[in-house]
């Protein structure tokens, strides 16, 4: 497959439900990019990147931002909070990163207003025991409004008084359901006005057509990186609906999202944990709610960066990972969080579901509710109860850690190019002397192992 791609092309996309330790993978391969593309969702999506001794969070932009020649380009599949991203915006400056001349947003992005907020939560409320877990950022009803065909587009922004004013009709209609519907507080449109207008004025720059310019960087061979935020099992259309985010996680929705063909898009990666976190409601097969839940969770800090939520954990769900595989075209996994497994004497992994008459089937099925009726079938593997943080080549890995990275890739059928065994940057290593291997080597610019053969 590798061969009729164009080389200068890469995407990274979660493979499990989001939080997969993307930010870090991301953030270790736009060392050496020309561009960094987020092609879906908005501030729902969120990581913390350190470096040096400086911490930044970023939410909407990618994190090539923080070197100083990567070109940032925001996606017209994404949904923008003109507010919180000028905050974002603004962060980044005070702490010395130049920002504007290297961001560009789609001018067909939506526009997230603060009544989209409001209904978000007020939604939710009213969904009970039912609620999806949102991250109350708006992003449902922002795309909502889009498939509606009311939804405000960044191109508004280069005129704030239209702006302005095309909001408050917007606005007026959401507030009237928060009012009707919901028994809720509407929003105050003088002020929210006052601080679109503002908010546009200052992000108008930014605005314009990006297909053209990214098309420029893969026409001049410059490598460029393309990064899905949530996860598959978290997409509108493949994830596991309604329990999902509102847009398109996969790696297709790159080109949609940024106006190139799709012929265009080269390998993706796609990360995965070594077990498995999910946020908000909706189905886990591999949920432990015991002490074995409460030591992933614990040993590896699984706690929300946009919302601080304890996240369920589980054991690694390879049918699950199967199924992303097929649906996100994944040509290599990159393997995270291996040392949160360091302890433990035994670990679990789903190889299939059993139905209650018996039967195995190998990918979850789309209906929740039969999901519900099956029993995930697990292989035990035995763990390698020894330290594996920060190990830099596969050689110097236990023998059981060797055999269960083994055993996953046989068990989704994808290889695992790179292993992180740290939060740090440098805590990685490319496996294998594949193509792509020798891509993702060349782009962390970092690591420099010799390759690691198996
Ligand atoms: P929304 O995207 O805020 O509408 O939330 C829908 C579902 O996606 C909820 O279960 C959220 O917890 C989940 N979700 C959204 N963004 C992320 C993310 O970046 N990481 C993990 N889960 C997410």
């Given amino acids: ?5 164009q080389p200068g092309s890469l995407t990274v996309i979660g493979g499990q439900w989001g939080d997969e330790g993307k930010g870090k993978i991301v953030d270790l391969l736009s060392a050496r990019v020309a561009a960094a593309i987020r092609y879906n969702g908005g501030n729902n999506a969120g990581h913390t990147v350190k470096f040096a001794d400086r911490h930044f969070a970023l939410h909407f932009i990618p994190s090539g931002i923080i070197h100083p020649q990567v070109r940032c380009y925001m996606g017209s599949w994404m949904v923008i909070d003109p507010k919180e991203l000028l905050g974002e915006i603004d962060s980044l ?67 704030p008084k239209r702006f302005g004013e095309r909001a408050v009709q917007v606005m007026t209609a959401h507030n009237r359901e928060l009012e009707l519907l919901y028994d809720a507080e509407p929003v105050g449109l003088d002020t929210a006005r006052d601080e679109l207008e503002a908010a546009a004025a200052r992000l108008a720059p930014l605005v314009t057509e990006i297909g053209p310019k990214i098309l420029e960087h893969l026409t001049h061979q410059e490598p ?25 996680c996969l790696p297709g929705a790159a080109a949609i999202s940024c106006g190139i063909p799709v012929q265009t898009l080269g390998p993706t990666v796609g990360v995965m944990k070594a077990y498995v976190t999910r946020v908000g409601g909706g189905p886990f097969p591999t949920e432990l709610t015991n002490a074995a839940g409460d030591h992933l969770r614990k040993r590896g800090n699984e706690f929300g960066t946009t919302t601080g939520r304890p996240r369920r954990c589980g054991w690694f769900d390879a049918a ?99 292993v992180s065994t740290g939060p740090r940057r440098k805590e990685t290593f490319a496996l294998g002397d594949s193509n792509l291997a020798s891509t993702l080597r060349r782009l962390a610019g970092g690591l420099d192992q010799p390759i690691q053969k198996r």
Avoid: C
Wanted: glycine share 10%; no cysteine.
């Fill in 224 to 248: 460029v990186l393309f990064e899905g935020a949530q996860g598959v099992m978290l997409d509108l259309f493949q994830g596991t609906y309604p329990f999902v985010t509102s847009s398109s």
């Fill in 93 to 159: 400056q005070d702490q010395g990163i130049d920002v504007m001349r290297r961001l560009f947003l789609s001018e067909r992005a939506t526009i997230i207003l603060p009544t989209h907020r409001a209904l978000d939560g007020a939604r939710e409320a009213a969904r009970g025991a039912g609620s999806i877990g949102t991250t109350k950022r708006g992003i449902g009803p922002a795309y909502q409004d889009r498939a509606q065909r009311r939804a405000l587009t960044a191109t508004l922004l280069t005129d």
């Fill in 320 to 418: 699950a990972a199967r199924f992303a595989a097929r649906v996100g075209g994944l040509d290599g996994i990159a393997l995270t969080k291996l040392d949160v497994l360091d302890d433990l004497d035994e670990i679990q992994v789903a190889v299939g579901y059993r139905h209650p008459d018996g039967t195995i089937i190998t990918e979850p099925p789309s209906d929740l509710e039969k999901l519900a009726t099956l029993d995930p079938v697990y292989e035990t593997l035995p763990g390698w109860r020894s330290n594996t943080a920060g190990t830099l080549e596969i050689e110097s890995l236990p023998a059981q850690a060797r055999a269960y990275i083994s055993f996953l890739e046989r068990q989704v059928g994808v290889p695992v190019v790179l």
């Fill in 1 to 5: 497959m590798e061969s009729n791609q």
